[in-house]
C-alpha cells in the first residue's frame, strides 16, 4: 500500500537536511536543559530558542492544538508528553521529541536521555537499547527491500533486549507534513509493508517500554503513558532515501559515525 507517498526531488530533500540540522542542534540543547532541578518547560525552552535563532518554525506548536515546540515525556510517560511546571529528579529518564519546518519542509527527531545520575543499569540498557534498535532499523533501511526489515530489525533488538515495542505507535513519512504515510512499524506485522523508494523519506522511531506494550492516554489527551508504569524510552531520526542510498537528515554527519558498524555510508541527497 504505497498510495499517498510523496516522493521527493534530491533537493528538496537538501533542503529537509537543513531543516533536520536545526532539529538536532535543538534537541542538543533541549537535552543539556534536561537536568535534575529543571522543569519540563525549561527543556522545551532551549529546544525553543535554537528553533527560532536559526529562522525556523516548528511543526508541534499548535500541532491539533499542542501548546509547545517539543514533547517532554518522563519516565512511564512513553511520547507527547507537555511540557510544564514538572521538576526533574536526579535518574529520571526523559525522552524529548522535536522538529522544525525550513521552507515548508519538516524534520522530526527524538532523544531519551537520563538526568544526572542514573537510578540503576536497566534504565541505562532501556535507553541504550532503544536507541540500538533506532540505529539498526536506520541500517536496515539501507538495504531493504520493504519496510517489513526495518520492523524487523528493531523488533529483534528489542526482543533480545527484553523490551517491548509499545503496541499502536509508529513511524511515519515526513516531507511537506509532518506525519504522512507510510506508516513504519516498530514490530512484524500481519501483511507485507510498502516497497521501499528512492524519494521516500521516513521518520523511524522505536517506542520501547521495559514491562509492557501495552498504554493509555493521561487527561491531558496527549500524554502516553505505559499501562503498567514502567519505564520507557523513545529514539528518533528522519531518513532520506535516494538512487545512491541514504542519509539521516537530523544527524549532522547524516548519520556515518553511527552506521559504520553496520558496514552502511550513509551518501549525501
Ligand atoms: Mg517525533
Ligand atoms: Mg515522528
Known sequence: MARGIEFKTREQMRVMARSGVITSKALAAATAAAVPGATT??????????????????????????????????????????????????GDVVSIDCGAIVDGWHSDSAVTVIA???RGGQDIHLVERTRASLWAGIAALATAQRLDEVSAAIEDVADEAGLFPLLGYVGHGIGTAMHQAPDVMNYRTRGRQPKVKAGMCLAIEPMLVTGTSESDVLADDWTVVSADGSRA???????????????VLT???????????????????
Open 41 to 90: 518547560a525549561q527543556v522545551d525552552a532551549a529546544a525553543r530558542a535554537v528553533i527560532e535563532a536559526e529562522g525556523a518554525t516548528s511543526n508541534f506548536l499548535g500541532y491539533h492544538g499542542f501548546p509547545a515546540v517539543s514533547c517532554v515525556s518522563v519516565n512511564e510517560e512513553v511520547v507527547h508528553g507537555i511540557p510544564g511546571d514538572r521538576v526533574i529528579q536526579e
Open 116 to 118: 544526572g545520575e542514573a
Open 233 to 247: 524510552a523513545h529514539w528518533e531520526h528522519s531518513i532520506a532515501v535516494h538512487e545512491d542510498g541514504i542519509w
Open 251 to 269: 544527524a549532522p554527519d547524516g548519520g556515518a559515525a553511527e552506521l559504520a558498524a553496520f558496514g552502511v555510508t550513509p551518501v549525501a541527497p
